[in-house]
C-alpha cells in the first residue's frame, strides 16, 4: 500500500481533527440555562460524545480541494455531525434499535429520559439547518440555500429516514441485495454523500463536480455500512461502544445476511473501488479522500 493510501494518517489526522470539530460543535450549542437546560444539556452529551466525525471529516476534506476558507467548511462539518447525531439519539430509542450503549456510553435516553432523547434529537437537527443558513456559513446566500436543501434532500424521507423506515419494515422479511443496497445507500450513503457534495458547493466548484463528488459519497456511504454490518458479525464490543450481534438478533436485512461474511467483505471493496474510480478527475488534489475511503473499508470502529 502507497503512503497515500495508508490509512494511518488518517486515523491521526481523524484525532486531530475531532479536537478541532469538538470546539466548533461546542461553541455552536446552546450553554445549558433555564427551564430548558435538560434538553440542551442532552443535545451536548451526545453531539459531543466521542464520535469518529467522519462526517464532517469528508466535508471539511472535500472542501479544502476548493480553498474553502476553514470558518465556513468547520460550521458546515458541525451542522452535519448534528444531523448525525440526532439520527443516533432517536435509532437508540426502544420504538427503533432499542439501544442501551452508545459510544461506549449510556444512550441518551438512558442518560436523560425518551421524551428529552426525542427533543434533543429534533432540536439538534433544526439546529443543523439554522448554522447552515447563518451569513457566517458562507457569503453568498445562493450557497446557503444550496446547502440547506441539499442537507434536507439527503437527510429525510428521499435519504436518511425513508432508509430506515425500510430497514425497520425488512426486518424478518426476505430482502434481495438490491433492497438491502437500496436501503443501506439511502439510511448512511445520503449523509455521507450531502458531506462530500458540501465541500463542492462551500467552493462553488460547480454542478458536475458537486454530483461526482455526491456519488463518491454515496458510494462511500454504502461501503461505510456494509462494513458496519460486517462489524456487526466480527467486531469488538469495546472498540464500537456499542452490543455486536444486534443486527442477526432482530432479523435484520444486511449485506452479510445476504451475501454471507465473505461475501460482504468483496462487495464492500467492489463498492469503495467503484466509488474510488469517481476522484479520478480530481488528480493527486482528492489524495486524502482517497485515504479516508480505504480508512472506512479497514476501520473497527
Ligand atoms: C432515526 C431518523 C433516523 C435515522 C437513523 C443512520 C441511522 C438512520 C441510524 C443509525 C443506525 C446505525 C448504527 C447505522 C449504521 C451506520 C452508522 C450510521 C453507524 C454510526 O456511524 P459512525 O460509526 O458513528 O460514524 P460515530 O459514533 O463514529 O459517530
Redesign the pocket.
Known amino acids: 500500500m502507497s503512503d497515500v493510501l495508508s490509512i494511518t494518517p488518517v486515523r491521526e489526522a481523524l484525532a486531530d481533527f475531532g479536537t478541532v470539530m469538538t470546539e466548533t460543535l461546542d461553541a455552536l450549542l446552546p450553554y445549558p440555562t433555564g427551564p430548558e437546560s435538560g434538553l440542551f444539556e442532552a443535545m451536548r452529551y451526545s453531539a459531543l460524545?466521542s464520535?469518529?466525525?467522519?462526517?464532517p471529516y469528508l466535508l471539511c476534506t472535500s472542501a479544502i480541494m476548493f480553498d474553502v476558507p476553514g470558518r465556513q467548511y468547520l460550521r458546515a462539518g458541525a451542522a452535519v455531525e448534528m444531523v448525525?447525531s440526532?439520527?443516533?439519539i432517536?435509532?437508540d430509542l426502544p420504538a427503533?434499535?432499542d439501544d442501551n450503549m452508545?459510544?461506549g456510553r449510556p444512550a441518551c435516553h438512558k442518560a436523560f429520559d425518551e421524551a428529552t432523547a426525542i427533543l434533543a434529537g429534533d432540536a439538534l437537527l433544526t439546529l443543523s439547518f439554522e448554522v447552515l443558513a447563518g451569513a457566517e456559513t458562507h457569503p453568498d446566500a445562493q450557497v446557503r440555500s444550496d446547502l440547506v436543501a441539499a442537507l434536507a434532500a439527503r437527510s429525510g424521507g428521499a435519504g436518511?429516514?425513508g432508509?430506515?423506515v425500510i430497514?425497520l419494515a425488512s426486518e424478518h422479511a426476505d430482502v434481495d441485495a438490491d433492497l438491502i443496497a437500496r436501503l443501506e445507500t439511502m439510511?448512511?450513503g445520503a449523509?455521507i454523500a450531502f458531506s462530500t457534495a458540501a465541500g463542492g458547493l462551500l467552493g462553488q466548484a460547480g454542478g458536475d463536480v458537486v454530483k461526482t463528488l455526491e456519488t463518491f459519497g454515496f458510494e462511500l456511504g454504502l461501503a461505510?455500512?456494509i462494513t458496519?454490518d460486517l462489524l456487526d458479525v466480527e467486531g469488538d464490543e469495546d472498540d464500537l461502544?456499542k452490543k455486536v450481534g444486534k443486527d442477526a438478533g432482530a432479523g435484520k436485512a444486511t449485506f452479510v445476511s445476504a451475501l454471507g461474511v465473505d461475501g460482504a467483505r468483496r462487495r464492500a471493496r467492489q463498492v469503495t473501488d467503484r466509488a474510488l474510480s469517481r476522484l479520478d478527475t480530481f488528480g493527486e488534489r482528492a489524495d486524502e479522500l482517497r485515504s479516508a475511503a480505504e480508512f472506512v473499508l479497514a476501520r473497527r470502529?
Open positions: 460524545a464520535g469518529k466525525f467522519l462526517r448525525h440526532y439520527s443516533l432517536h435509532d427503533m434499535d452508545r459510544r436518511m429516514v432508509g430506515q430497514d439510511k448512511t449523509l461505510f455500512q458496519d461502544g470502529s
